[in-house]
């Protein structure tokens, strides 16, 4: 399976808020409500943010937030700090019962 | 607290089994809610799954890597296991235990990562 398209990267300022894409087919982000995004900084493990297309799990800032039209998914962090600065990765499931990543979007904080 | 440890040989020769090993802690590994799953990241790169499995035995492998997979549980030492065979220098990889709530997706926790090196 091919992996999810996402920007290679995004910036923001401190204060202001970003999108980052995640375009896939229906057959994984159009077909199932069950994308997921993760943060993850430099040489450490992701860490889950978004589940389920928009919730977040306890502990995650309510400055992130999940959504989906179609076949793209979307994950929205506003009120840009210095510490979201990061990659961020989407996953889907796939209709042959595996998943998929897309390929990873660096986050600049200017 | 949940933990996922991985372990097992940082440097594999090519052509040969690469074999890791997951001990989970804070949480039994025959939880009926989760799936426990193998995920790689190259250096540089972006994150591949490579497989996941449920405390039952029933396996779910990504299909360009199914034919040299194979994952394992054993209930009895809460440990999952993971044997990638015949490797070559583009599985050098940092490989991720994890738990996910569906067979390879929504990873909830994760393991801190152990690089494996494919060189002679």
């Known amino acids: 399976q091919s992996a999810l398209t996402q920007p290679a990267s995004v910036s923001g300022s401190p204060g202001q808020s970003i999108t980052i894409s995640c375009t896939g087919t229906?057959?994984?982000?159009?077909?199932?409500?069950?994308v997921s995004w993760y943060q993850q900084h430099p040489g450490k493990a992701p860490k889950l943010m978004i589940y389920d297309v928009s919730n977040r799990p306890s502990g995650v800032s309510n400055r992130f937030s999940g959504s989906k039209s179609g076949n793209t998914a979307s994950l929205t962090i506003s009120g840009l700090q210095a510490e979201d600065e990061a990659d961020y990765y989407c996953?889907?499931?796939?209709?042959?019962?595996?998943?998929?990543f897309g390929g990873g979007t660096r986050l600049t904080v200017l | 607290q949940l933990q996922l440890q991985e372990s097992g040989p940082g440097l594999v020769k090519p052509s040969e089994t690469l074999s890791l090993t997951c001990t989970v802690s804070g949480g039994s590994i025959s939880s009926s809610h989760y799936y426990w799953g193998w995920i790689r990241q190259p250096p540089g790169k972006g994150l591949e799954w490579i497989g996941s499995i449920y405390y039952s035995g029933s396996t779910y492998y990504n299909p360009s890597l199914k034919s040299r997979v194979t994952i394992l549980v054993d209930t009895s030492k809460n440990q999952f296991s993971l044997k990638l065979s015949s490797v070559t220098a583009a599985d050098t990889a940092v490989y991720y235990c994890a738990r996910a709530v569906r067979p390879m997706t929504t990873v909830t926790s994760w393991g801190q990562g152990t690089l494996v090196t494919v060189s002679s």
């Open positions: 996953s889907s499931p796939t209709s042959v019962s595996t998943g998929v």
């Open positions: 229906s057959s994984d982000v159009g077909g199932y409500d069950y």
